[in-house]
């Protein structure tokens, strides 16, 4: 079956530092979604890419499609406290609308 | 204020009992799914629904069932069938069913067995 992993599991950076996870399929993806998990709290979405090779940016956050569309990567820019929690990438099920296969998740830890 | 309510937030279950975890959406949405968190894992689907009186299974369906009577209402039940049941339980639904489309979540149940 279709499998999503993540790397790295888990990472602790001191503020200001920069981050990157990145999140790599089994299978291609038509599409790729990020999601944002904050401690004891719900996924909450992020963004999507759809083409390939294609690079998104949301403030500090910047997200890329792989060429090949097997893969993406998310980069924080000058990590805060705020940017705690984890990362999810998720994919569509193969031919299938709308089902989602998600990641491991990257939790990200930021200290002062 | 429109989402997804979930409850309750904590639920235990004592041996042999089913137990079921509501979820409710005001947001017409026409897709509803039930995700399983385990610690240090990602979230795994359990059931979707893409309409109303219709239903799927997952990749971890054994030991659940759902229902989705209205469209507004996806409740789950965790039966005695289930020998591993304690997890964060998430509940999700999307405008539609395309692939494209994003999940909204709710706040979660966290399952416990006594």
Known sequence: ?112 | DGGITQSPKYLFRKEGQNVTLSCEQNLNHDAMYWYRQDPGQGLRLIYYSQIVNDFQKGDIAEGYSVSREKKESFPLTVTSAQKNPTAFYLCASSYGAAYNEKLFFGSGTQLSVL
């Open chain 1, 1 to 112: 079956g279709q499998q999503v992993m993540q790397i790295p599991q888990y990472q602790h950076v001191q503020e200001g530092e920069d981050f990157t996870t990145y999140c790599n399929s089994s299978t291609t993806l038509s599409n790729i979604q990020w999601y944002k998990q904050r401690p004891g709290g719900h996924p909450v979405f992020l963004i999507q890419l759809v083409k390939s090779g294609e690079v998104k940016k949301q403030k500090r956050l910047t997200f890329q499609f792989g060429e090949a569309k097997k893969n993406s990567s998310l980069h924080i820019t000058a990590t805060q406290t705020t940017d705690v929690g984890t990362y999810f990438c998720a994919g569509p099920y193969t031919g299938t609308a709308s089902k989602l296969t998600f990641g491991t998740g990257t939790r990200l830890q930021v200290t002062l």
